[in-house]
């Protein structure tokens, strides 16, 4: 190895021994990789057909969608790395079969891309027919044709890894030479022979591509992936607004010109992983002023304390600075899953232990709450406040089983097993611990073998304790990471602050005797001759902590946010007895005011709650009370109700006022409806999932074939979302078969645009929601629809939010 390169111990080499996570990766291979399997089979059933067709069957074909594929790729390599840790001969058989169906839907040339193949459009499309491109690499900003090969690359390296089987290699390797030919030297078959020469819109090829470069060796992926990223925002730029704009995508300027975050969040968080580990494979220094500005910018300016990252809806991206709303906030766990990543590979750029910091807290907060406890119930969307029952997790007020845009759960699938690669990284002489968790390894250290236990309740308790014996006696040096939290601030960058500080200071002991090592990088560094039996002892100081956020966060002023540890918390009313947002903080006048509680049994056995000091203000009054928090990654696991992450200081709170948030109920006055003259209609807004058999608010009158209706809107706020609940007895009204909306800002009747991972949905008892493109103001919303031939078609609740 070469001087200098940290690298991870890969996670198939570390034992998981501890009782955070291996349970965890227990219901990873138990629940939910089989229950993904089974909700990407329409992905399978896609590529089989896609095959019979290129073998001249085409009784049926496969419906369009431009990355369906891709999840099932996300599934497939979350099941390798399962594969890695344990034999699974069932999974095994599985992922062969559908290897072979994957290979039989590549065309002879190595293009592998279901819709273009077999000439099928876009039923969801948003932009009329273009959002897959007329023919193959003729839309390259939004068909996720590379966003698709980028996974299948990653799992195919995940495959062969854990099986030796090259087949899933073959097919990825020849797509590549592929997109290598028809990209940058020209195709006959493509673009009229011109090179492509055009960056996607979705960034993952890149990573992708690296994966294929570390695997084989071969410099053409790594410098496909370095071309990728540097005709990015140069070769071409979309000149469009919302998801057409440059910023979206991050084709604004070329990508080390870029100096703030931009666009959509889980592109740029690809984007920017790709930059950081082009520029470690490859020593360069060109990403170095890019890659430090942004992430420079995220911490002071755009990340939620939960690691969560692009607050804001519509582009399902970057705000402007400090805008980070708490209900309101997107931070899809996509996003917080790149975000990891990002800083993963910062770390391993620039060996600097702040990056694992963001890392850890972007994981065991964000992306952890993107799955329950039980493996099959997801967020993709993670506010950090919920009034119990707006649908925030598109068209749910609660976690989802499952989206038609399920990159959120797939990302789980594959993220959760890799975990515990980083644990452990190390370079020439020295060995660093990275995230904390019971574990057992074995480091090649200048010429030693070190096998290291670690022993630790990570994160619920700060002791971690390693048990290390090279194999013969060998000088290197053991970095520790001490974590931003367990000093004056929970995460880098200037947005969150302790109120009250850590008192227990950081401790390590070396056999037995209290040391105090030099610190650099973040890490405390014990440099000596290691010998079989030393053990180092390292207790963090886990304890409930205060934070504030900075003043220019408007939405947190006068609240303080609670955390402990690595973990940030919030209050739940199941634990409260009442809606949280009728309980103000008080000061910790003294911590044996602040409890812990373990619990014992139930959807969160073994999760550490804490109880700090309260005021309870219910209808009347006010009392002394106290508060229950729980890890915020636990959060809706056991029924639905209010939450809050910010909770306001008693200090602030004018008793007069009420504390709880507008929920946003109450009615929409004046709806017209098509058939019905100059009557109008009064519609409830609620967001409660309406009882089972309760009478519609509206049905389409059974001659009309187009039915519509006209909702007034107050134009004086943005439009967030629109959920419609369809009414469907099951027999004479059903949803109806499609739906659209248009918008009126002045006189005319103007198309509704919805955003990219949007589609006018007809699910049964669910919120379907759609959101705007572009921020969209109007004094009216047209709901147009086509009931199901010869049935009516219903509503049943219906609401509009907006950007508070
Ligand atoms: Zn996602």
């Not at 994981?363 to 799955?371: E, I, K, R």
């Not at 993670?382 to 707006?390: R, S, T, V």
Request: charged share 20%.
């Amino acid at each position: 190895m070469e001087n200098g390169f940290i690298q991870p111990v890969p996670f198939q080499q570390v034992k998981l021994e501890d009782e955070f996570w291996y349970p965890r990766l227990k219901t990873q291979s138990e629940v939910l990789v089989p229950y993904a399997f089974e909700k990407t089979a329409n992905a399978v059933e896609n590529l089989l057909r896609t095959g019979s067709f290129l073998k001249g069957i085409a009784d049926e074909l496969p419906f369009a969608h431009r990355y369906l594929s891709s999840d099932l790729y996300k599934v497939m390599e979350g099941a390798a790395y399962i594969l890695m840790l344990e034999q699974n001969k069932r999974i095994e058989a599985k992922m062969d079969s559908i290897i072979q169906i994957i290979g039989d839907a590549q065309k002879e040339d190595g293009y592998l891309y279901v819709a273009h193949t077999v000439g099928v459009k876009d039923r969801y499309d948003p932009w009329g027919g273009a959002g897959m491109g007329d023919k193959p690499y003729s839309f390259v900003l939004h068909s996720h044709e590379l966003y698709n090969m980028g996974h299948m690359y990653e799992a195919a390296v995940a495959y062969y890894q854990a099986t030796g089987k090259r087949e899933w290699m073959d097919i990825a390797e020849k797509n590549a030479r592929h997109v290598n030919k028809v990209f940058f030297e020209g195709d006959k078959n493509y673009n009229d022979g011109k090179p492509v020469n055009q960056a996607p819109g979705h960034e993952e090829i890149e990573l992708g591509l690296i994966k294929l470069f570390r695997v084989t060796g071969d410099s053409l992926y790594l410098n496909m992936a370095k071309k990728f990223l540097d005709i990015r925002g140069v070769t071409y730029k979309p000149e469009g607004k919302g998801v057409m704009s440059a910023t979206y995508s991050q084709q604004h300027l070329p990508v080390a010109q870029q100096r703030e975050p931009v666009g959509h969040a889980v592109r740029a968080a690809y984007l920017y992983s790709a930059m950081a580990e082009v520029q470690s494979l490859l020593k360069t220094d060109e990403y170095t002023e890019a890659l430090n500005s942004i992430w420079q910018n995220i911490m002071d300016t755009r990340m939620h304390i939960t690691g969560g990252l692009g607050a804001v809806h519509g582009i399902e991206g970057f705000g402007a600075e400090y805008e980070l709303p708490n209900a309101g906030a997107y931070n899809e766990t996509c996003a917080s899953v790149g975000n990891v990543f990002f800083n993963f590979r910062m770390f391993l750029l620039t060996g600097d232990a702040r990056y694992l910091d963001v890392a850890e807290v972007a994981l065991y907060n964000n992306s952890l709450a993107g799955v329950s406890m039980s493996g099959n119930n997801f967020h993709y969307v993670n506010p950090l406040e919920f009034d119990g029952e707006k649908p925030y997790n598109f068209g749910n007020p609660g976690r989802s089983p499952w989206f038609s845009t399920a990159c959120c759960p797939t990302n789980i699938a594959r993220l959760i097993p890799q975990v515990s690669g980083m644990a452990y990284t190390y370079d020439a002489n020295n060995i660093y611990t990275g995230l904390y968790m019971g574990s057992a390894t074995s480091i090649p250290v200048m010429g030693s073998n070190v096998n290291i236990r670690q022993i630790t309740k990570y994160p619920f308790e700060g002791k971690v304790r390693f048990e290390i014996s090279p194999d013969k006696p060998e000088k290197f040096t053991l970095n520790l990471r001490i974590p931003t939290w367990a000093g004056k601030q929970f995460v880098p960058g200037e947005l969150y602050n302790y109120i009250n500080e850590n008192e227990a200071p950081v401790k390590i002991k070396l056999n037995g005797k209290a040391v105090n090592p030099e610190m650099k990088n973040g890490f405390a560094l014990i440099n000596r001759k290691w010998k079989n039996g030393d053990v180092v002892e390292l207790t963090l100081p886990v304890s409930v902590k205060y934070n504030t956020s900075i003043d220019l966060v408007e939405e947190n002023r006068n609240r303080v946010a609670i955390t402990r540890g690595p973990l940030v918390y919030c209050a739940e009313e199941i634990d409260n007895g009442d809606a949280v947002f009728n309980f103000a903080v008080a000061e910790p006048s003294s911590a044996t005011e602040i409890k812990e509680n373990i619990f014992s049994e139930g959807e969160l056995a073994n999760i550490v709650q804490v109880s700090v000091p309260a005021i309870h203000y219910p209808s009347e009054g006010k009392t002394k009370s106290s508060l229950k928090l729980v890890p915020y990654f636990t959060w809706n696991n056991r029924g639905q109700g209010s939450m809050a992450v910010w909770i306001p200081q008693s200090s602030s709170v004018n008793d007069e006022t009420h504390l709880a948030p507008d929920n946003d109920k109450g009615t929409l006055h004046q709806v017209q409806v098509s058939r019905s003259g100059q009557n109008t209609l009064e519609i409830e807004i609620s967001s409660k999932i309406p009882q089972e058999n309760t009478d519609p608010q509206w049905v389409s009158c059974p001659t009309d074939e187009n039915p519509w209706m006209e909702i007034p809107c107050d134009q004086g706020k943005e439009v967030q979302s629109i959920s419609v609940y369809w009414h469907d007895n099951g027999t004479d009204c059903l949803v109806p078969e499609e739906w659209e909306l248009e918008f009126r800002s002045c006189t005319t009747w103007q198309p509704f645009q919805i955003y990219a991972t949007d589609h006018y949905s007809t699910f049964r008892k669910q919120f379907n929601m759609v959101h705007p493109a572009a921020p969209l103001k109007c004094n009216a919303l047209k709901l147009k629809l086509k009931p199901n031939p010869g049935k009516l078609a219903g509503i049943q609740s219906i609401r509009i939010d907006y950007t508070r």
